[in-house]
């Protein structure tokens, strides 16, 4: 017997956005035809999810000319579905406080034109990060207007297409700098330090010092509580011989979060001190150069605050980085 294909609206836009992520996929990430198709499978898996909602309000609302809708039409698909401006104006008018960014999907528009119609010239970076802005823009509404009536097996597609946009590097400079001043004011108030998420392990988790507050990844949205976070990196500690009380307020909340480049960073989750154990630093620091001494004397710190300040320096420099 023959195969069908079938698939709802919603089964078929949730597909395209899937194969839309795919290049992001470590192993195919540097393949620069499969983002030519990553465009122009996100943008037509956006406007599926779009009329999704549109249809769920009622039917009709898919048609172009909602005066010629039929229900016959809506089955054989003999009809012109409604151009992206009518939809958004459509989605406007439905759902009250309709909190949809366009400007990533008009941007994504735009590259996937030049794609289809004429040539197109940019940058891979560009590109990634113009597929990484429409994505999450679409993983909002998603969130917001779509999960709620979608099946289980949906939601674990979707869960899937989150996951990978997650541990891509574009999607997360994306989140990052749209969260930018938020997490600068946490940090630079000291009043939360970013630390590793224990889901999409990113430097993007950021515990309060405030424990009632909850904590929360400014990357996949996961929030846990500050004792969940500890239970959780605790459980994921294996054969760890550093000391888990911190020396500042004594409690059992010292982590460590992160090793890179020979660099170890320790943090209480209790009071918030860090410690960056940079092996190589520590030498270099022994050997103070002239310039430092200088420095000290006039600002008259004592080696353990100058030391203290290089550390900062050298982890704000660090954690730029990521
Ligand atoms: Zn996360
Ligand atoms: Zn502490």
């Not at 996937?112 to 802005?133: D, G, M, P, W």
């Not at 224990?198 to 904590?215: Q, R």
């Not at 353990?304 to 660090?318: C, V």
Request: net charge positive; charged share 30%.
């Amino acid at each position: 017997m023959e195969k069908n294909i079938k698939l709802t609206l919603l089964d078929n836009g949730i597909d395209y956005i899937y194969t839309a992520v795919k290049p992001m996929l470590k192993k195919t990430s540097q393949s620069k035809d499969s983002w030519k198709y990553s465009v122009l499978h996100l943008y037509a898996g956006i406007q599926l999810l779009l009329k999704e909602r549109l249809k769920q309000e009622h039917w009709s609302l898919i048609f172009q000319k909602t005066e010629e809708a039929t229900p016959e039409k809506l089955v054989t698909g003999d009809f012109s579905s409604v151009y992206y401006d009518e939809l958004i104006k459509r989605l406007k008018k439905i759902i009250p406080n309709f909190n949809f960014n366009e400007e990533p999907i008009k941007n994504l528009k735009s590259l996937r034109n030049k794609i289809e119609h004429f040539e197109v010239n940019i940058a891979l970076s560009e590109c990634q990060y113009t597929v990484a802005l429409a994505l999450d823009e679409i993983i909002k509404f998603w969130e917001s207007d779509l999960k709620v009536n979608s099946t289980v097996k949906q939601q674990q597609k979707f869960q899937k297409i989150k996951s990978i946009a997650t541990e891509f590097k574009a999607y997360r400079k994306q989140r990052l700098d749209k969260f930018k001043k938020e997490i600068d004011s946490i940090e630079t108030s000291e009043s939360g330090l970013r630390v590793l998420c224990p889901d999409c392990s990113s430097l993007s988790f950021v515990v309060f010092k405030n424990d009632i507050k909850e904590c929360q990844c400014f990357v996949c949205d996961k929030k846990y509580n500050k004792h969940d976070y500890l239970q959780k990196i605790r459980g994921f500690e294996r054969d760890e011989d550093y000391d888990p009380i911190c020396s500042a307020c004594q409690k059992e909340t010292r982590i460590k979060y992160l090793i890179k480049d020979g660099v170890t960073l320790y943090c209480c989750l209790k009071c918030l001190k860090y410690e960056l154990i940079d092996l190589e630093f520590e030498e270099n620091f022994r050997q103070l150069k002239w310039i430092d001494i200088i420095t000290m004397q006039k600002h008259n710190y004592t080696i353990d605050e100058f030391y203290e300040i290089q550390l900062d320096k050298q982890r704000q420099m660090y954690l730029g980085k990521e």
